[in-house]
């Protein structure tokens, strides 16, 4: 039944898939990437030789073509067909497909398709219409789909059938609007703008099933657009979401999932917006707000009884200067240089902050570490227990733990030297 159907469509395919390719020298070959054995289609080489048709019964691995006189080649694929491989480590083919002029109306895009499709094609260039598209099916993802070309067009698309998004762009000089209807399918928006240089357009979609924004913005070093990425509540990973990037815009977004917030806004030198976030499932926060140079306003996070981890949240972060007294660090366990401007070093036990309670009380504190003040906070010393009452919390023999009245004491020793010449010297 496949075969009599796909016939059927095919002879419904009436726009091609049209391509610009590049010849540099007399008798260059061009070498097309592999189509699936289903494919059923016409090849119009532009240079007045004879048209190449594939169908079930010819093989339609890297077929190719050489053309007599350098220059500029349009090539038309009429007909129905899969890429299966989009000419991985071919670099002088790749370098020669410089446009896409139309997606016509018979590129599938399915399960089965190439998970790369025109990645590291470093010349091309798309000028089809926005709003024309390849002809996603159940399950197609773009992964990679523009990663490392020369793509900067504005997309007007219809994702309904798409699955993933991820490095779709990344290592482009994009810079137009990019506007995805029926997302719903989504799963991951990962990299998807990552190492976008020059990208700053506002993002809206409607994410249902989107699991992960990990590194989506990660050194879109001039994006600082507004983001609605609405009905997020199944995200879990926001690992360095904007990190690297000018981001400075109000975020609102549905964090009741999410279990990493580690480096999301990691050297976003512009950040400076209050967050109102649900944190109760957040285990991981190291290196949030490192190299935030700006951020300095109010965290309103539900609850941090789940968090572990947060080594190097507010380092290099030297306006920072806000109340963190009310969270729950009860389960934190890694905390080096959490905040250097309170005056920790790197405790790589954290026993001042978050390895010992206090005396006669299960609840630590981050108050313990950081107290809002308008001079620079200095370190409180941890309570001591009294020796009448040893505790399995209490400074061990070896703890590096600096006793307040140890100045004193090594103050007093050290006068000893003098002393003794001052007695010799009178004499």
Known sequence: MWPSLLLFVSSAIALPFITTWRTNTT?????????????????????????????????????SHTYAAAGLHNVSVLGEFRWTSNLYGNGATKSSLVDIVSWGDGFLVDANSDTHLFYNYPNLRV??????????????????????????????????????VNNM?????????????????????????????????????????VVSFDRMFYFATSFNQPVTLTNSQKVTNMNCMFCNSSFNQPVNFDTRAVTNMGSMFENAVKFNQPLTFDTSSVVYMPNMFNGASSFNQTLNFSSTANVTNVIRMFYNAPLFEQDLASWNASSVTICTEFCPRCGLPAF???????????????????????????????????PRIPSAAPSPLAPSATSTEVSPAEPAMRASLLSWPLLVVAVFASV
């Open 27 to 63: 008798n260059e070959t061009i070498i097309w990437p592999s189509l699936s054995a289903q494919s059923l289609v016409t090849v119009d080489w532009g240079d007045n030789t004879p048209n190449l048709t594939i169908n079930a019964s010819t093989s339609a691995s890297n077929f």
């Open 348 to 382: 790589p036990q954290c026993n001042d902050f978050c390895g010992a309670s206090p005396p006669n009380t299960n609840q630590k504190n981050m108050s313990v570490c950081y107290a809002p003040s308008t001079s620079t906070p200095t370190r409180q010393p941890t």
């Open 127 to 164: 000028s089809a219409s926005p709003f024309t598209q390849p002809v996603f099916l159940p399950g197609a993802h773009l992964g990679k789909m523009f990663w490392a070309t020369s793509f900067n067009s504005p997309l007007n698309w219809d994702l309904i059938n798409v699955t993933s």
């Open 169 to 209: 762009f990344q290592y482009t000089p994009l810079n137009k609007p990019i506007n995805f209807s029926n997302t719903q399918g989504l799963t991951s928006l990962a990299l998807m703008f990552a190492n976008t240089p020059n990208f700053s357009q506002p993002i809206t979609m409607d994410i249902p099933n």
